[in-house]
Structures are given as C-alpha cells and as structure tokens.
C-alpha cells in the first residue's frame, strides 16, 4: 500500500485500523494456549449431529431464522420465543448490535479502556464515537465511573463480564447499576466467558428492556471453529437485530453450524464436565505461576492474565513460542507487563509450567 | 410492534426494509422451485472433506484469513493470490463491498430496477442513494443508459450477469462498456448463475482494476446450506474488502464451510456434470413451458422467468403451492405478471409441468 489512499475505497476504508486475532500457526506439537479456545473438543452429540445434518440437503438454504437453534437457547436459559437472536459467531452478534443500538448521533459509546479490543474497531466501523473508560489500579472495571458518566447521557454501555484479557468478573449488582445509569440505552453485556464461573446476567433481562446479554458456542461449548453466538434480550432488542441480519445476510447460519450448535447446547452433562474440568485446571495453574513468582489476577474466565515483577512480557511470549507454548501478549498501553494464557488441559499446563521454569531459570 | 419507534433502537433501524427471502417451508413432497437451489447434492468430495474436517479439532478456531480455501478459488480461476475474498456467502461479500466502495458521499449507486432485490437493501443499511435504471421492454439491462449515466458520475455500477430473476445474460463487451463508463468507480459483477451459461468477467480482471466479480457455491456448487461466496478483483479491491471483513468478523468461514467448499471448487468433473444437467434439463422445460402457452426469457441461469398472457401470475403461483409445488412471485412493479421457475431435476420439472396443465386446463 502507497501513502495515499488508493483509488476506489470509500473514505472510511484507509481510516479503519481492524482487530488483529491471536495467531493460528501451524507448528508441529504447538502447545496453543493464545486464543482462549477449549481445550477440549466439542460434544459427541455435536458431531452426530453435523454428520446427520450434512447428509440432510446442503444444496438447500438453512432456515433463514436459525429456528430450531433459537429454541434450543430457550430451553438453555429459560427465555421465551422472540428474546434470542443467533449469528455466525458473537462477534457477528457483536458487530450487529453496534450497528442497531449504538450509532446514536452526537453521543459517545461507552466502554473499559483495556477489554476485546474488537469493540473500539466495531465502533470506527460504524463511526461511533467511543468513551474509553479506565480501569481501576487493579485493572477491574470503574464501576462508579461508568454509571456516573452515563448518567450525562451516552449511546450505550458494553462491557465484558468476565472482562477480556483480565479475567475479573463484575457482581450482578454491579450490571443492575449500569442498566439504571442509561436507562434509555442498551447495555450489552459480553458474557463470553461467563460458563467458567462468572454470574449471567441473562435473569434480569425480564426486568430491564434495555439490556442484551451476548454469548458465544467458541469458549464452554468447545466450538470456535464453527462460528455459532448468540444475543438475549427483550423482544424489541432481537427484533432491531433481526432488521440488520436481514438486511446485510439472510443466511448467516450454515446448516452444520446450526446442527452442531443445537446439539451441544442439548448436551448439559458434557458441557458441565468440560467447564468443570477448565475451571480446575485453572485453580492448579494459578498456584502453580504464583510460586514462579508471578502476579495472577483472579479470573472467572477460561484464561489468566499474570505478570511476572522481573521479567518482560514480551520477552517470555518469545521464550515460551520458541518452545512451542503459544500465549498472548498484547503490546497496548497498561497491559503490556502481562500475558493473557489460555487454560489447556492439564498437561497442557504442566508443559506451559516446565517451559517457564526453564525460561526463569 | 406500535406505530411509534421502539425506545433503544439506532435512528435508521426502523426505516430499514429488510429483504425477504424465498420461504423454506416444510411440507412432504415439496417440489420446491423457488429459490434456484441446485436439484442436485453436493459433490461428494465435498462430504468427504468436511467429514474430515469435524474430526480435526473444531474446537480451535478457523484460519481467519481462509487461505487455504482462497488457494482454490486462485487455482479455479487461475488468479493470483490477493486477487480473491471469501465470504459467509455471497451476501455477506456483496454487504462488505457496498460498505467498502459504494459508500461515496453525494454519488449514486447505479443498478438495474429489476434485479436481485437485495442491492437496494444493502443500499439502505449503509446510507447509500440508489439509481434504479429502469430496464427495458424485454427486460433486459439498458447498458446504454447506464453507461451514459454512469459517465456523469456515479458511486459505482452492479450488475447481475446473468440478470436475476430475468436470467437473460450481458456479453462482455456490455460488461467492459460499464467499466470504461466508471473508471473512478467499481463495477461490482454479480455472477451468482454465470455457471450455467453466462459469460463470466473474470478474464477482464487484469485489465480493469475497477472490476469486481462475485461468485457463490450456493448454486452451481450445490451447497447453498453452507454458506460460502467470494470476490474477485484486483489486489487494493481485496485488501479493501479485508479490512471490512477484519473490522467486522475475524472468522466468516466456519473449518466446515471451508473444508467443503475446498472440496466441491476442486471436482471439476462433477460440477460439469450437474451443470451441464440443469442448462440439459432448463432447454427441455423452456420447450413444454412454451407450448402451454408461456412466454420464456432466455436464460442462462439454473432458473426461468415466464408468464402466462391469459393466466394471472399470482393465482398459478398459488394454484402451484396448493399442489405442492413452490415456484416464486415477485409483487413487484413491471414483473408481477412473471414467475421465477428454479430448474429441478428431469422429474420435478416433469411434475411442474404436469400441475400447470391441470391449472390451466
């Protein structure tokens, strides 16, 4: 690309600066624990059903509405017809509700400083102004600061609860403030973390219309590879989001991802033995990365965020990928000193453990 | 939902017209001709692949960048790599291109009035003002007008080659007389049916770094349940439409979705087959649609376009449905007299034909 803007794009395109996800490399024996993905595979159910379904017509369209799907998530969290919304991953989901909720002219948009870095990209993308609002020393989430600002009037709230790369997760009193801080604004709440011990929101969405609870199959239900999230949210909620979805992809959900999407979250035993088995793992890891001298903030997600008083972050991601342990570090104001490490099994862990000792040593 | 705008809603969510797609609808012995899916399955090389491909690990994302099924594409259309974007289907490619070029501030978007009615929907999600050009008496694009209209200035051309729901096909040269008329501009070639007869632009590629064409494997691939469309242009189009796709969705394209869609652009042997069969099976039934008295379009699309002078358009319809056959209708201004047949197998349009001369008897 030249200095200048190259012929043909809009003038939006040059101005837009787009997320960068963690890498995908194909390295033999890689121990990857850079993208917070399970690990763990998805549901036997899952997979019978994405067989069953491709044998059942590809060469016709999915159902427009994702129909089935859309009830399967009723039944998961207790909601009525009408209150889900379902697209190609939640960070469709994500995209979509910016779009229906958040370009509100002449008021900012609301949201922690350090949390998914997608969300300042969604908002340039639809030329929302963003409000960042800092986290407190110990990088949680400034609650009061939040309501307080809304209260000046905003064009909404999103935060991540647990929050993403920290891990911290926010009280459900705390969410309640925020939806009477911006009453007349949508508060989306991104629990994509929240199956590894944080508390959904998802109950008081028959007291608040103004709140959309976002999540995603990628992180508890094993399947970042086949692009399945969902929001929750009153009635009117899903029905602005359904005007987008139809208006930008009739059919954003393939016939497998609908099928192995219903058939993991039809699997609760599974589902509940696997997060189980994460958060576990994770308990083990945060013991283990404290006695290497490490600083671990507490997490209610399927990841830990540690630093290390001695060593430079960036320095100990090369270590660890020069010996095939994948974590990520993100060179951002704030959290540079820190590495956002995905819990793997425990084997996975133990070798990521053994390849920091020989690191520190 | 009441008369005044739902509390929470974006300003321009409730002007929003979304498009409605053909019906899925589920009903024994449908003989469903209505949303020009491919009669045949897809490739079962495809099957194999992603049969394959929900074995190895979809709990891990997918590839954000699809390279390995943009290589395909390349070797398909012997293209160079950056010259090829793929998508959650066409629609999402053609969403991110009018994002990416058309979005040109006091500039119209030029496009047919008859045409895949999605455009103007897409138009009006991103603010874009349309210039419907009115077709002319048989139908077909006036490239004359655009051309001339387009040389006044414009935010870009699109077109669909061949015309949907007419079918009839543009030649080159129409397409290369659209490019010079728009060197400032993209000319956005919508070749979702170019398969089956039509004359495909990606040759002019090289040539024109204005051109954009755009495919799906939803009909001549016969995977319209799985959700895969591409582009095809010059490298900075691409990058153009990167930098949308990564400020919207890191991961469009689910492992499964790639996996097939790698597998069917690779049989070669079998989409000749199919394709060959449905342009075999469209030339029998423009035949027996005439001798009851319709008139036909020519077309080079898996689907016709045809009207009864003595029968209204809406009742045949209707008459069909009740015999459990569903072709589409389109209430529309200048073709509401027109049904849009999709091509079925040898023994679904025989059954089409069938019920027509007990309505029309």
């Known amino acids: 690309m030249t200095d200048s803007v190259p012929p043909f794009w809009s003038p939006r395109i040059a101005a837009l600066e787009p997320y960068v996800p963690g890498e995908q490399p194909r390295i033999p024996g890689l121990v990857k624990l850079n993208t917070n993905e399970n690990p ?22 999915p159902d427009p509405a994702s129909a089935a799907l859309r009830e399967a998530v009723c039944r998961r969290h207790a909601l009525r017809p009408g209150e889900v919304f379902v697209g190609n991953g939640s960070d469709e989901v994500l995209a979509h509700a910016f779009f229906a909720f958040f370009q509100q002219p002449g008021q900012a948009l609301l949201f922690p400083d350090v949390t998914y870095s997608f969300y300042k990209v969604y908002a340039q993308l639809y030329g929302i102004e963003p409000a960042l609002m800092p986290v407190d020393a110990g990088l949680g989430i400034d609650v009061d600061a939040l309501a307080a600002r809304a209260a000046q009037g905003c064009a909404g709230i999103v935060v991540a609860n647990p929050n993403a790369p920290t891990g911290i997760g926010l009280p459900l009193a705390a969410i309640e403030r925020l939806l009477a801080a911006a009453p007349q604004r949508v508060v989306l709440v991104d629990e994509a973390y929240v199956d590894f011990g944080g508390e959904s929101a998802v109950p008081l969405i028959a007291r608040h219309p103004n709140l959309l609870v976002v999540h995603t199959l990628s992180k508890s239900r094993s399947l970042a590879g086949l692009r399945v999230g969902y929001a929750m949210g009153q009635a009117p909620l899903v029905e602005a989001l359904d005007r987008v979805k139809n208006s930008f992809n009739s059919y954003p959900l393939d016939r497998l991802a609908e099928a192995g ?101």
Chains 1, 2 share one sequence.
Do not use: K
């Not at 763990?40 to 369209?61: D, F, M, N, T, V």
């Not at 589902?271 to 507490?298: A, I, N, S, Y």
């Not at 540079?336 to 996975?348: F, H, V």
């Open 40 to 61: 763990y595979p998805p549901s036997p159910r899952a997979l019978q059903a994405i067989a069953r379904a491709a044998q059942e017509g590809l060469e016709r369209y």
């Open 261 to 361: 999407a219903i058939g993991a979250l039809d699997d609760e035993a599974y589902f509940e033995h696997t997060r189980r088995e994460v958060m576990d793992t994770r308990e083990g890891l945060v013991l283990q990365l404290e006695d290497l001298g490490f600083d671990v903030l507490p997490s209610q997600a399927n990841f830990l965020f540690a630093r290390h008083p001695q060593h430079d972050a960036g320095e100990l991601a090369a270590g660890l990928r020069a010996r095939a342990v994948l974590v990520r570090h993100f060179r951002q104001p704030r959290i540079d000193a820190w590495l956002r490490i995905s819990i793997g099994t425990r084997d996975q862990c133990g070798l990521l453990v053994q390849r920091l000792q020989e690191i520190l040593a």
